[in-house]
């Protein structure tokens, strides 16, 4: 559990909160690229850490990240026009470009200077990996291009999507920390081979040993963990994954859902707080071999997540989401799945969601099981705690760059961190 004070201070990321501070030391996802195809393309939406606002591609291919609201008398520029280098309000026409200055003022005398002392809110942004990232903290302390491994592949080797989710990014990245929830929440009821989306059914190594042995590790740029699965004369299962700062997550998927295949494939999350009570969930997999991202693992993604684009709506909200109680369906509850609620990452969604938008720690009652979430909230207290004495939290450096996650079997009782050191931290180092 956590005291209401820290629970407070480790959810919050408004401006001015401990923990905005920390997240505003990160570069982080404000939109697919995809959102904004071309030059000059509607604008966007964009929600990140309690503020309203708007991306834009402007005439020359740049990007804009600007407050939402225009400062004549603050209609949303969402509406607005984009075009010839910048975005028009289309209540008086006054135009910005993608640093926020004001360009024209059109309603204005002639010989008025008032643009010249307009000035909209606009942060960093850069393009890379399919992503437009967003850098809202102090200019001196602006980290390095997130040069994570799935950024850096070709676009052929990568797939991603978004989903928004109702909740505070906390109870998001906490499903994902938490690893033993898979063998319950996740499980199929059915051995059917035709696949259904109620579950998954543990097979493989995974299935072999149902009581794998959890590691953690505290590392400079988050946290490593690991399941140690032993499988007898054949050797050990074990599954690495990562938490970087502040709201990321490597899974290693070398070994597939559920079966023996070897692949070269890593997938993982991140948790954008949109406010306290929202944030935006990117998902994605890469592939660090030879092989491209094919349509079948496309496919795993899609169906694993739940969330085709038929689950989806335009603004990116789920179509089974807590309105509608995430469409559970009782009886496939009986026959099919455990939760009985159709698409793996929905299931995740609509347990984090079923909390309610910020849950209370204060109540809980934290098993030996929870060692690794435990972990993890203490990381990010520390950080928010230590972020107004002037100290960098993890992460935010290069200190990523090299990690991969990965699943292998080991030789029985092998000395895990140093049999896969070369593989955990062996991807390239982009210049
Ligand atoms: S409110 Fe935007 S130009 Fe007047
Ligand atoms: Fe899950």
Redesign the pocket.
């Known amino acids: 559990m956590l005291t209401t004070e820290e629970n407070e201070l480790v959810t919050r990321t408004g401006p001015g909160t401990p923990m905005g501070e920390v997240m505003r030391r990160y570069w982080m996802p404000a939109a697919l690229s995809s959102e904004l195809p071309e030059p000059d393309c509607p604008p966007v939406r964009v929600k990140l850490l309690g503020e309203n606002l708007v991306a834009f591609r402007d005439t020359s291919g740049k990007i804009g990240l600007v407050n939402e609201f225009c400062a004549h008398r603050r209609a949303s520029l969402f509406l607005g026009r984009n075009e010839e280098g910048g975005l028009r309000c289309v209540y008086h026409g006054w135009k910005y470009d993608v640093r926020g200055n004001c360009l024209d003022t059109p309603t204005e005398p002639a010989e008025s200077s008032l643009k010249d002392k307009i000035h909209l809110k606009a942060y960093l942004t850069l393009e890379m990996g399919g992503l437009i990232w967003a850098y809202m903290g102090p200019q001196e302390k602006t980290p390095p291009a997130p040069k994570f491994e799935f950024t850096q592949v070709a676009e052929s080797h990568r797939y991603m999507t978004k989903t928004w989710e109702e909740c505070n990014w906390l109870q998001g990245l906490e ?2 920390i938490d690893s033993q ?2 063998s319950f ?2 499980r199929a009821l059915t051995s059917d081979k035709t696949r259904s989306r109620f579950g998954q059914s543990a097979s493989g190594y995974r299935a072999r040993s149902l009581t794998p042995s959890h590691e953690v590790e505290a590392t400079n740029y988050g946290l490593l963990f690991a399941s140690v699965r032993p499988l007898g004369e054949e050797g050990d299962y074990v599954r690495v994954y990562h938490f970087v700062m502040p709201f990321y997550s490597l899974r290693a998927a070398q070994m597939g859902i559920g079966g023996e295949v070897k692949r070269p494939l890593v997938a993982g999350h991140m948790w954008v707080p949109m406010d306290n009570e929202n944030c935006m969930v990117y998902d994605w997999i890469y592939s660090f071999g030879e092989t491209p991202v094919d349509a079948k693992w496309r496919d795993e993604f899609e169906w694993g997540s739940g969330r085709g684009p038929e689950d989806r709506t335009a603004d990116f909200r789920k179509t089974r989401n807590k309105t509608n109680n995430w469409m559970i369906d009782r009886k496939a509850q009986k026959t099919l799945g455990y939760s009985g609620i159709e698409g ?2 929905t ?2 969604h609509a ?1 984090q969601e079923s909390m309610g938008p910020i849950v209370d720690r204060s109540h809980e009652h934290l098993g030996a099981s929870d060692k690794a979430i435990i972990a993890t909230r203490r990381m990010l207290l520390e950080a928010a705690r230590s972020i107004g004495q002037g100290a960098d939290p993890p992460g935010s450096g290069p200190e990523y760059y090299n990690l991969r996650a990965i699943d292998k079997v080991l030789p029985a009782g092998a000395h895990w961190q140093q049999e896969l050191e070369s593989e955990i931290y062996g991807a390239p180092k982009y210049a």
């Open positions: 499903g994902a929830h898979a929440l996740h793996i990452n299931q995740d347990i």
